[in-house]
């Protein structure tokens, strides 16, 4: 889940594309602005996610954003009917502005934010109508959309990076219950299989201790 | 020269699935890794066809134990001979390994097997990521060394039927004609 509206790509050939369009020229350190006008000529669908994307300027913290599934999944009931869901969590507090100085400022934030009291984010459901696009994340819904309120995320606690948490965890991100599929969003594939091969890198690495220690934090 | 004998209508069967098997799974295993696209479909039919063959591969060393091998032709030798049964061993071992370590790479990431789509295999492996890498590494090794004991037992069963015309390969072909 990212804290865009949409997303930027479409196609694993468009987020190939577009990483080689913004990759940094040696010589400026700023991405070349002719290949990125070529990419964006060539994939009108990103141009318009970034043009969506841009209105929505990230939030000064992790705790007061929205995370939001993009890509569509089907719900399914037990008759067998399938219904387009998209979904975001919503969060129920503003965040600690974080301090500036230094490169974990946004985690040193959410940690000492959490170190006072839970957060909480409302899992919010989109039910999609006949019609808006299931395969495409560039595309948002209409914001008219039914939602359902689905419950409370509550975070009480925040744990450093270690053996048997997050750290060895691959999400995939179809791996699902009973009940919820995938869409034919060609993604689906794409990050499985990323997902994947990054998983089986991270895992034949040397373990290094993580950035963000979160008893290092002060108050 | 006389034919030799056949292995039992039954064991026939069993190497021939397996073949066509362990060579689909092969080759899906080695496409899938280099796929984006198709990556999630091709890895759904792999643990699918993977769990068939570990299977099929028990019901075939069980079987195994209900009757002798067919007598090898008067060109295998004594050395050769011990080669036979090494390379026969070897490859029963591998067969029931590699399924065996998918199986437990894939639960030593804290999730299940899934076969035919839907059916959850239970974990065979604690959740690990040190012991998934090593498992991962194991499974590519595998599959490598099954490409090359597969490749030297075709090799070897060619060179008997096409250059010493033995009817090597009779023992385990169905055709009326020796």
Redesign the interface.
């Given at each position: 889940m990212l804290n865009l509206p949409v997303f930027p790509d479409n196609s694993?050939q468009g987020f190939y594309d577009r990483l080689f369009a913004q990759k940094a020229v040696p010589t400026t350190g700023q991405p070349d602005p002719a290949a990125m006008s070529a990419f964006l000529a060539a994939h009108p669908e990103t141009a318009a996610a970034m043009a969506l994307i841009k209105k929505h300027p990230p939030t000064p913290g992790f705790a007061d954003s929205s995370f939001s599934s993009l890509m569509t999944f089907f719900f399914v009931n037990d008759a067998g009917v399938r219904t387009p869901v998209r979904w975001s969590f919503v969060p129920q507090q503003q965040a600690l502005p974080p301090r500036t100085g230094g490169k974990n400022d946004l985690f040193d934030a959410l940690i000492r934010q959490i170190r006072s009291g839970p957060l909480q984010w409302r899992l919010i459901l989109t039910v999609g109508a006949p019609g808006d696009p299931t395969a495409d994340a560039t595309l948002p819904w209409p914001s008219d959309r039914r939602t359902v309120d689905a419950g409370v995320l509550t975070l009480t606690g925040v744990e450093t990076d270690k053996?048997?948490n997050a750290?060895?965890?691959?999400f995939?991100p179809?791996?699902l219950p009973d009940g919820i599929e995938p869409s034919e969003d060609?993604l689906?594939?794409?990050r499985?299989?990323?997902y994947?091969?990054s998983?089986?890198a991270?895992?034949?690495e040397p373990k290094t201790p993580p950035a963000v220690q979160v008893d290092k934090v002060k108050e | 020269m006389s034919a030799p004998a056949r292995y039992p209508l039954r064991t026939r069967i069993l190497h021939w699935l397996t073949a066509v098997l362990i060579f689909s799974t092969l080759l899906i295993g080695f496409v899938m890794v280099n796929s984006i696209g198709s990556y999630a479909s091709l890895r759904t039919t792999h643990m699918t066809l993977g769990v068939l063959i570990l299977a099929v591969v028990v019901l075939r060393a069980a079987n195994r134990f209900t009757h002798r091998a067919p007598r090898l032709p008067d060109t295998v030798g004594w050395i050769e001979h011990k080669l036979v049964i090494g390379s026969e061993l070897m490859l029963y071992a591998l067969m029931l390994a590699q399924p065996l370590v998918g199986w437990a790479m894939v639960s030593a990431t804290g999730k299940p097997v899934v076969i035919f789509g839907s059916v959850q295999l239970p974990r065979i492996a604690p959740f690990d990521a040190d012991l998934f890498f090593t498992l991962r590494q194991a499974h590519s090794v595998l599959a490598y060394t099954l490409v090359v004991v597969i490749a030297a037992h075709v090799s070897a069963v060619l060179l008997h039927a096409v250059t010493l015309r033995d009817g090597m390969l009779s023992r385990m072909a169905f055709s009326r004609n020796r």
């Open positions: 694993a053996a048997g750290r060895d965890i691959n995939d179809l791996v060609p689906f594939s794409a499985s299989a990323a994947a091969a998983y089986r991270r895992t034949g | -």
